[in-house]
């Protein structure tokens, strides 16, 4: 089954076996042979390792007050109704990294599928069987989405609904994120960030996951896959051609 492989997939990534968002300390993702090659990679794993320390230690201080988290594995209608995510730019070069280059194998073509086919306001791209396909990679806004009390039900927007029941997430952390973030953007003075930051200027450059243009995606992903094809068959006929005449390529 699919859900199970990436199940397993975004465990491995995680290295956690959380039941519930919010569990346990969370860890910071790597990838350091690719954050040798694309230098925003670790400036977003950064923001997102601090956005979820963020985000554990508030679920902790509601914890304190007996409130339960009801974000439970398998529970996934906000990734299908809700129709304003967030995303921002350096998180869209994230996610569009992500799914080219690591995942494989069926998801890999159920995903294009779901990217090719995307009409605006259809459930996020990435759920598949109910699952995040790209939770080690998810939006901000998607690791900070966190519903205490009972589960959201179908087509409920509990920001709406039920404000009380949602995580207000620790301003520090997020503008910790945030200022982590704004080199990609050509912002490197320490103090210029902060006022982006302080002045919400931030924001402005932020789009919805709904209006992106996810058939470029799977455009995009046809194209590695078809340069790496072409890269492994190249590999494969030199690998034959030395063996059958002996040649020597070094
Ligand atoms: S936000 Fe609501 S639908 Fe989404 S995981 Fe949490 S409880 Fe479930
Ligand atoms: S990226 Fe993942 S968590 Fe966010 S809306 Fe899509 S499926 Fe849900």
């Known amino acids: 089954m699919i859900k199970n492989r990436i199940l397993r997939y975004n465990e491995l990534m995680s290295n956690k076996k959380a039941k519930h968002k919010g569990d346990n300390q969370p860890k910071r993702l790597s990838f350091p042979a690719d954050a040798k090659i694309h230098s925003w990679l670790s400036l977003l794993l950064d923001a997102y390792y601090t956005v979820d320390k963020g985000i554990v230690e ?18 996934s209608s906000c990734c299908k109704t809700h129709s304003t995510i967030p995303v921002y730019p350096v998180e869209l070069v994230g996610l569009s990294w ?3 280059e690591k995942i494989e194998g069926p998801e890999r073509d ?29 939006p901000i806004s998607c690791r900070q989405f966190n519903v205490f ?7 409920e927007d509990p920001y709406y609904t039920r404000r009380e029941d949602v995580l ?9 994120a945030f200022f982590v973030m704004l080199p990609f953007y050509g912002v490197q003075s ?42 492994k068959s190249g590999i494969e006929d030199a690998s034959t051609d030395h063996m059958v005449h002996g040649k020597n390529y070094g």
């Open 58 to 75: 508030a679920v902790k201080a509601e914890s304190r007050k007996g409130k339960k988290l009801a974000c439970a594995r398998g529970c």
């Open 190 to 231: 320490e103090a210029q960030r902060w006022k982006i930051i302080e002045s919400g200027a931030v924001h402005q450059v932020v789009k919805l996951m709904q209006t992106c243009n996810w058939r470029s995606l799977a455009e995009k992903m046809d194209e590695f896959d078809s340069i790496m094809g072409t890269a």
């Open 168 to 176: 207000s997430p620790i301003r520090k952390y997020v503008d910790r």
């Open 98 to 100: 992500y799914v080219t």
């Open 110 to 138: 159920f995903v294009k599928v779901q990217l090719r086919n995307y009409r605006e306001n259809d459930p996020c791209p990435f759920l598949i069987e109910g699952v995040c396909l790209v939770h080690p990679m998810r």
């Open 149 to 155: 009390g009972k589960p959201c039900a179908e087509g």
